[in-house]
T-cell receptor, first 114, second 114 residues
Framework: DTEVTQTPKHLVMGMTNKKSLKCEQH?????MYWYKQKAKKPPELMFV???????INESVPSRFSPECPNSSLLNLHLHALQPEDSALYLC?????????????FGPGTRLTVT | KNQVEQSPQSLIILEGKNCTLQ??????????LRWYKQDTGRGPVSLTI?????NTKSNGRYTATLDADTKQSSLHITASQLSDSASYIC?????????????FGPGTRLSVLP
């Protein structure tokens, strides 16, 4: 199984809502990533979890809150988002945090903030 | 500053034709270079990965080259198909970095027309 799954595929939420994005992998990978991608732009790194510990937080606003309950699961909790947060949110995983390991990306969650 | 540039920004070709995409990078210390294909609204999928000592790598109709001296890479697509229409992203990894390990290029948007 070389698949990273993400749910939901699409999400529309108001600025006062609280929602969560979910990412799951069963490849035994120990590093997991959240990226944000705006249209026609490359993915921007948001968070990195390595061995279930947050190792990188790229100055992301606190309205985005990551959580790694176990080595297979990664969540991104959303609260009080702004319309400019509308984007494709990609999850990825790799065997380890070192750059020699390939990243496998999920299909993404298309988020629209109204 | 670690940076990856890609050219052209977009490209339109007819089905069956060949094309070459370019990637220039100023990333140090270099670990490896990857080419990803990303369909619209989907996660990136890895095509090739090359380390410092490799100067060519093929994956079906995709052939990537790497010149570590000039810090340039190219992705050649042979006998293009309609399904090749996508964004192609060059990603360079940093060696021995304890922060963000991956530097993404802006991508080249390829459209293959019948």
């Amino acid at each position: 199984d070389t698949e990273v799954t993400q749910t939901p595929k699409h999400l529309v939420m108001g600025m006062t809502n609280k929602k969560s994005l979910k990412c799951e992998q069963h490849m035994g990978h120990r590093a997991m990533y959240w990226y944000k991608q705006k249209a026609k732009k490359p993915p921007e790194l948001m968070f990195v979890y390595s061995y279930e510990k947050l190792s990188i937080n790229e100055s992301v606003p606190s309205r985005f809150s990551p959580e790694c309950p176990n080595s297979s699961l990664l969540n991104l909790h959303l609260h009080a988002l702004q319309p400019e947060d509308s984007a494709l949110y990609l999850c990825a995983s790799s065997q380890g945090g070192q750059p020699t390991y390939e990243q496998y990306f999920g299909p993404g969650t298309r988020l629209t903030v109204t | 500053k670690n940076q990856v540039e890609q050219s052209p920004q977009s490209l339109i070709i007819l089905e069956g034709k060949n094309c070459t995409l370019q990637c220039n990078y100023t990333v140090s210390p270099f670990s490896n270079l990857r080419w990803y294909k990303q369909d619209t609204g989907r996660g990136p999928v890895s095509l090739t990965i090359m380390t410092f000592s490799e100067n060519t790598k093929s994956n079906g109709r995709y052939t990537a080259t790497l010149d570590a001296d000039t810090k340039q890479s190219s992705l050649h697509i042979t006998a293009s198909q309609l399904s090749d229409s996508a964004s192609y992203i060059c990603v360079v990894s940093l060696r021995d970095n304890y922060g963000q390990n991956f530097v993404f290029g802006p991508g080249t948007r390829l459209s293959v027309l019948p």
